[in-house]
C-alpha cells in the first residue's frame, strides 16, 4: 500500500500541493488525472522521494519515504519519467541494463533474461542493439518502461508488492502501444503489484483503471471508480468543459475508441 | 610453439572476434570493452618503454636493464651519464606523463558525466584556470601571505594550491549551470567562458604585481609542459592524482545512472548528492594536481574519452579505466613528438595537444550537433 496523508508540496516559492490523502493499494492500477498544471506530476514526484514533502507524508508498505535509503526505495518502487534525453550513445541494451543498478543479481544469465523479456514485454524485442538516441520518441519512451520493469522486474518480492509509477506512460505512443503498454500495467496488478499512472487519455483511463483521483489546483476533486469518478459534472468542474459522459457523437463524424480494439 | 598449438590460438582469436562481433549487435559491448582495455595495457606499456628509450641522447634501454639487473659488466655498460639520463630525466618524465594524461582523461569522463554532455571539459569550463589561479596565486605570494601553509604541506603546496582553486571553481559552475537537477549545456560553457576570463584577470593581476623571480616561475609553470619532470614533482602530485582516479571507478555505476538525469538515477537506487559531491572534489584535485605539476595541457580530457566512446561506448566501468590508460598514452606521445620534433630543442606539450585536439574537437562539434543538445 502507498499512503499519501495530508502532503502539501512547496515548489519554487509556491504552494502547489493543498494538503491531499490518496491511498493506492497493491492488485490496482490508480490513475491520477486532471488539466495541466494541477500538480499531478509534482504529486508523483512527492510519491517516488523526489520531491520532499512540505507538511505530511508519503508512505510505502508502511514505511515512511523519509526513512529509506535511495536503494532501499529502488527495490519498492520504478519510476518512468515523461521523457528522458541521453547525450551518450547508449545502445538500447545498456540503457535497459542500468535498471539493474540497485537490483542486479550475481547471476549475469539471469540479468540478461530480465532485461531481454522487459524488452520483449514493451514490443521491443528487435532492438537491443540500436542506439538509444536514434529512436523514435515513442520508441524512447518505451525502452525507458523497458529499464522500468528491469528494475522492478517482479511486482511481489520478499512478499510484499512493489509499485510502478508512471508518468504518462502512453503519452507519445501510438493506439496499438498504447494498448499494449497499458495492458502490461493491468498484468502487473493482476500479479499483486500496485501501478500509480498520471493519465491524460480518460477513454483508456476508464479503461485501465481500478481507481481514478481526479485533480484540480492542487486539490482531489473527485476520487473512485471511473464510473463515479466520470460524470458531466466532475469534467465541467475539473475542466472546465462541458460535455456529456457516454453519448453518441453526431452522425457521420467518425470516431475511435480504445475500447473497441481486439489485440 | 608447434604447428597446431598457434592454429588452435588463432581460431581461438577468431572465435572471440566472432563473438564480440555478434553481441556488438545485440547491443552489447561489455567484452569488447574489456579487450580494448587489454590491448591500451600493451600499448600503454610499449609508448612507455620506447619514450624511455628515444630522445636527443643515446642511452640504450638494454643497457640499463642490465646495470639494474645487477650483471657482472655493469659499471662498464651504463656511464653515469646514461644512468642520470634515464633514471632522472626520461623516467620521471615519462611516469609523470602517464600521471598528468590519466587525470586530464579521467577529470575529462567524470566532468562530462556529471555534466551529461560530452562538451564539459576542466580545461574548456574554466577549471584548470581556477586551478592556476590557485598555484599562482601561491607562486606570486608565496612565503609572505601563505608562509605557514607552506610550513605545513611542504612541496604539496602547490597542488594544493591548486586543488582548492579548482574546487572552487568547479562548485560555483555547478551552482551556476545545474538548476533542480537539470544542466543547461549553453549556461554551463558560458559560465566557463566567464570564469575562465575572470579566474585569468586575477591570475594577470598577480603577474602583474610578480617580481622578477617570480615571473620566471609563472611563465614556466605556465607553459604547459612535462620538462621539468623529476621525483620531487612525482612526489608532489602522484598521491594526489592516485587517491582521485581509485575514487573514480567506485563512481562509474552513479555516472551511467545520472546520464539519464539526476532524477532518474534516485529513482534506480543512486544516492546523487552524495555521488555529485564525491565526483566533484576528485575532478578538482585530479585537475588542481595535474596543473600544478604541467601547468595547462588542454583538449586530452575531451579527445580520449570521446574516441573512445564511440569504440566501447559510454559505460563508465570501462570508459574511466580505457581512458586512464589511453590519457596516459597519448600524452607520452605527445611529449615524444614535443620533444623530438625540434630536437635538441623542445616544444612545449601544451602547443602540441592543442594542434592535435583542437581540430579534433572541431571536428566532434561537426559531427554530433544534433545529439548533443547544442
Same mark, same amino acid.
Given at each position: 500500500?502507498?499512503?499519501?496523508?495530508?502532503?502539501?508540496?512547496?515548489?519554487?516559492?509556491?504552494?502547489?500541493?493543498? @494538503?491531499?490523502?490518496?491511498?493506492?493499494?497493491?492488485?490496482?492500477?490508480?490513475?491520477?488525472?486532471?488539466?495541466?498544471?494541477?500538480?499531478?506530476?509534482?504529486?508523483?514526484?512527492?510519491?517516488?522521494?523526489?520531491?520532499?514533502?512540505?507538511?505530511?507524508?508519503?508512505?510505502?508498505?508502511?514505511?515512511?519515504?523519509?526513512?529509506?535509503?535511495?536503494?532501499?526505495?529502488?527495490?519498492?518502487?520504478? #519510476?518512468?519519467?515523461?521523457?528522458? &534525453?541521453?547525450?551518450?550513445?547508449?545502445?538500447?541494451?545498456?540503457?535497459?541494463?542500468?535498471?539493474?543498478?540497485?537490483?542486479?543479481?550475481?547471476?549475469?544469465?539471469?540479468? =540478461?533474461?530480465?532485461? +531481454?523479456? +522487459?524488452?520483449?514485454?514493451?514490443?521491443?524485442?528487435?532492438? $537491443?542493439?540500436?542506439?538509444?538516441?536514434?529512436?523514435? @520518441?515513442?520508441?524512447?519512451?518505451? &525502452?525507458?518502461?523497458?529499464? #522500468?520493469?528491469?528494475?522492478?522486474?517482479?511486482?511481489?518480492?520478499?512478499?510484499?508488492?512493489?509499485?510502478?509509477?508512471?508518468?504518462?506512460?502512453?503519452?507519445?505512443?501510438?493506439?496499438?502501444?498504447?494498448?499494449?503498454?497499458?495492458?502490461?500495467?493491468?498484468?502487473?496488478?493482476?500479479?499483486?503489484?500496485?501501478?500509480?499512472?498520471?493519465?491524460?487519455?480518460?477513454?483508456?483511463?476508464?479503461?485501465?483503471?481500478?481507481?481514478? %483521483?481526479?485533480?484540480?489546483?492542487?486539490?482531489?476533486?473527485?476520487?473512485?471508480?471511473?464510473? =463515479?469518478?466520470?460524470? =458531466?459534472?466532475?469534467?465541467?468542474?475539473?475542466?472546465?468543459?462541458?460535455?456529456?459522459?457516454?453519448?453518441?457523437?453526431?452522425?457521420?463524424?467518425p470516431f475511435v475508441l480504445p475500447q473497441t480494439a481486439t489485440l | 610453439m608447434p604447428r597446431s598449438e598457434a592454429l588452435d590460438r588463432g581460431m581461438r582469436l577468431t572465435a572471440l572476434?566472432?563473438?564480440?562481433?555478434?553481441?556488438?549487435?545485440?547491443?552489447?559491448?561489455?567484452?569488447?570493452?574489456?579487450?580494448?582495455?587489454?590491448?591500451? &595495457?600493451?600499448?600503454?606499456?610499449?609508448?612507455?618503454?620506447?619514450?624511455?628509450?628515444?630522445?636527443?641522447?643515446? $642511452?640504450?634501454?638494454?643497457?640499463?636493464?642490465?646495470?639494474?639487473?645487477? +650483471?657482472?659488466?655493469?659499471?662498464?655498460?651504463?656511464?653515469?651519464?646514461?644512468?642520470?639520463?634515464?633514471? =632522472?630525466?626520461?623516467?620521471?618524465?615519462?611516469?609523470?606523463?602517464?600521471? #598528468?594524461?590519466?587525470?586530464?582523461?579521467?577529470?575529462?569522463?567524470?566532468?562530462?558525466?556529471?555534466?551529461?554532455?560530452?562538451?564539459?571539459?576542466?580545461?574548456?569550463?574554466?577549471?584548470?584556470?581556477?586551478?592556476?589561479?590557485?598555484?599562482?596565486?601561491?607562486?606570486?605570494?608565496?612565503?609572505?601571505?601563505?608562509?605557514?601553509?607552506?610550513?605545513?604541506?611542504?612541496?604539496?603546496?602547490?597542488?594544493?594550491?591548486?586543488?582548492?582553486?579548482?574546487?572552487?571553481?568547479?562548485?560555483?559552475?555547478?551552482? %551556476?549551470?545545474?538548476?533542480?537537477?537539470?544542466?543547461?549545456?549553453?549556461?554551463?560553457?558560458?559560465?566557463?567562458?566567464?570564469?575562465?576570463?575572470?579566474?585569468?584577470?586575477?591570475?594577470?593581476?598577480?603577474?602583474?604585481? $610578480?617580481?622578477?623571480?617570480?615571473?620566471?616561475?609563472?611563465?614556466?609553470?605556465?607553459?604547459?609542459?612535462?620538462?621539468?619532470?623529476?621525483?620531487?614533482?612525482?612526489?608532489?602530485?602522484?598521491?594526489?592524482?592516485?587517491?582521485?582516479?581509485?575514487?573514480?571507478?567506485?563512481?562509474?555505476?552513479?555516472?551511467?545512472?545520472?546520464?539519464? @538525469?539526476? $532524477?532518474?538515477?534516485?529513482?534506480?537506487?543512486?544516492?546523487?548528492?552524495?555521488?555529485?559531491?564525491?565526483? %566533484?572534489v576528485s575532478v578538482a584535485a585530479a585537475t588542481g594536481a595535474s596543473v600544478a605539476v604541467s601547468g595547462g595541457i588542454g583538449f586530452v580530457g575531451i579527445v580520449v574519452p570521446h574516441?573512445?566512446?564511440?569504440?566501447?561506448?559510454?559505460?563508465?566501468?570501462?570508459?574511466?579505466?580505457?581512458?586512464?590508460?589511453?590519457?596516459?598514452?597519448?600524452?607520452?606521445?605527445?611529449?615524444?613528438?614535443?620533444?623530438?620534433?625540434?630536437?635538441?630543442?623542445?616544444?612545449?606539450?601544451?602547443? &602540441?595537444?592543442?594542434?592535435?585536439?583542437?581540430?579534433?574537437?572541431?571536428?566532434?562539434?561537426?559531427?554530433?550537433?544534433?545529439?548533443?543538445?547544442?
Open positions: 500500500m502507498i499512503t499519501v496523508s495530508n502532503l502539501s508540496v512547496r515548489l519554487g516559492g509556491r504552494q502547489v500541493i493543498h @494538503g491531499i490523502s490518496l491511498e493506492a493499494a497493491p492488485g490496482a492500477l490508480t490513475a491520477i488525472v486532471g488539466p495541466n498544471g494541477c500538480g499531478k506530476t509534482t504529486t508523483l514526484k512527492a510519491i517516488s522521494g523526489e520531491l520532499p514533502p512540505e507538511s505530511g507524508s508519503v508512505s510505502i508498505n508502511g514505511r515512511n519515504l523519509k526513512g529509506l535509503k535511495p536503494w532501499e526505495l529502488a527495490l519498492k518502487r520504478g #519510476v518512468l519519467p515523461q521523457s528522458t &534525453v541521453i547525450s551518450f550513445p547508449f545502445t538500447v541494451r545498456e540503457v535497459v541494463r542500468l535498471g539493474l543498478t540497485a537490483g542486479a543479481t550475481a547471476d549475469a544469465k539471469a540479468n =540478461d533474461r530480465i532485461a +531481454a523479456d +522487459a524488452l520483449e514485454a514493451v514490443d521491443l524485442g528487435g532492438f $537491443a542493439g540500436r542506439f538509444y538516441q536514434e529512436l523514435s @520518441g515513442g520508441e524512447q519512451q518505451r &525502452v525507458q518502461l523497458a529499464r #522500468v520493469l528491469c528494475q522492478i522486474s517482479n511486482p511481489v518480492a520478499d512478499g510484499e508488492p512493489r509499485y510502478l509509477l508512471l508518468d504518462e506512460p502512453v503519452s507519445s505512443l501510438d493506439i496499438r502501444h498504447q494498448l499494449t503498454i497499458m495492458q502490461l500495467a493491468r498484468r502487473f496488478c493482476e500479479q499483486g503489484g500496485g501501478v500509480i499512472a498520471v493519465m491524460h487519455d480518460l477513454n483508456l483511463t476508464a479503461m485501465f483503471a481500478d481507481r481514478m %483521483i481526479m485533480m484540480k489546483a492542487g486539490m482531489i476533486r473527485a476520487s473512485g471508480a471511473p464510473s =463515479d469518478v466520470l460524470t =458531466d459534472e466532475t469534467m465541467e468542474a475539473v475542466f472546465g468543459c462541458r460535455m456529456q459522459v457516454s453519448a453518441m457523437p453526431a452522425a457521420g463524424v | 572476434a566472432a563473438d564480440i562481433r555478434a553481441e556488438w549487435q545485440s547491443g552489447n559491448r561489455a567484452r569488447l570493452a574489456r579487450v580494448v582495455i587489454v590491448l591500451l &595495457v600493451v600499448f600503454a606499456a610499449a609508448t612507455f618503454v620506447s619514450s624511455i628509450m628515444t630522445g636527443a641522447a643515446d $642511452a640504450s634501454l638494454s643497457n640499463v636493464v642490465r646495470w639494474l639487473v645487477g +650483471a657482472n659488466d655493469a659499471d662498464q655498460v651504463l656511464s653515469v651519464r646514461d644512468r642520470i639520463i634515464i633514471l =632522472d630525466i626520461r623516467l620521471p618524465r615519462a611516469v609523470l606523463g602517464m600521471l #598528468v594524461g590519466a587525470s586530464l582523461a579521467v577529470s575529462g569522463v567524470v566532468m562530462q558525466g556529471l555534466f551529461r554532455n560530452p562538451l564539459a571539459d576542466p580545461g574548456l569550463v574554466g577549471v584548470s584556470s581556477g586551478a592556476s589561479l590557485g598555484a599562482v596565486l601561491l607562486i606570486v605570494l608565496g612565503s609572505a601571505v601563505f608562509g605557514p601553509l607552506f610550513a605545513l604541506f611542504g612541496f604539496y603546496a602547490l597542488p594544493i594550491a591548486a586543488f582548492v582553486g579548482g574546487l572552487v571553481t568547479t562548485l560555483l559552475l555547478y551552482r %551556476i549551470a545545474t538548476r533542480g537537477g537539470q544542466t543547461s549545456v549553453a549556461t554551463l560553457l558560458l559560465a566557463g567562458i566567464a570564469l575562465g576570463a575572470l579566474t585569468g584577470a586575477f591570475t594577470g593581476v598577480l603577474i602583474f604585481m $610578480a617580481d622578477d623571480k617570480q615571473l620566471r616561475d609563472v611563465t614556466f609553470w605556465g607553459l604547459g609542459s612535462l620538462a621539468g619532470a623529476n621525483w620531487t614533482k612525482i612526489a608532489a602530485a602522484a598521491p594526489i592524482i592516485l587517491l582521485s582516479l581509485a575514487v573514480t571507478p567506485f563512481l562509474a555505476r552513479g555516472l551511467n545512472a545520472i546520464t539519464l @538525469g539526476e $532524477a532518474a538515477a534516485f529513482h534506480m537506487g543512486i544516492p546523487v548528492q552524495r555521488m555529485k559531491n564525491i565526483a %566533484i574516441l573512445l566512446r564511440l569504440v566501447i561506448g559510454p559505460d563508465h566501468r570501462y570508459l574511466v579505466p580505457a581512458s586512464a590508460l589511453l590519457g596516459g598514452t597519448l600524452l607520452i606521445l605527445a611529449d615524444m613528438i614535443a620533444r623530438t620534433i625540434a630536437s635538441p630543442a623542445e616544444l612545449p606539450i601544451g602547443i &602540441v595537444t592543442a594542434f592535435i585536439g583542437a581540430p579534433f574537437f572541431l571536428w566532434i562539434l561537426l559531427r554530433g550537433r544534433t545529439t548533443m543538445g547544442l
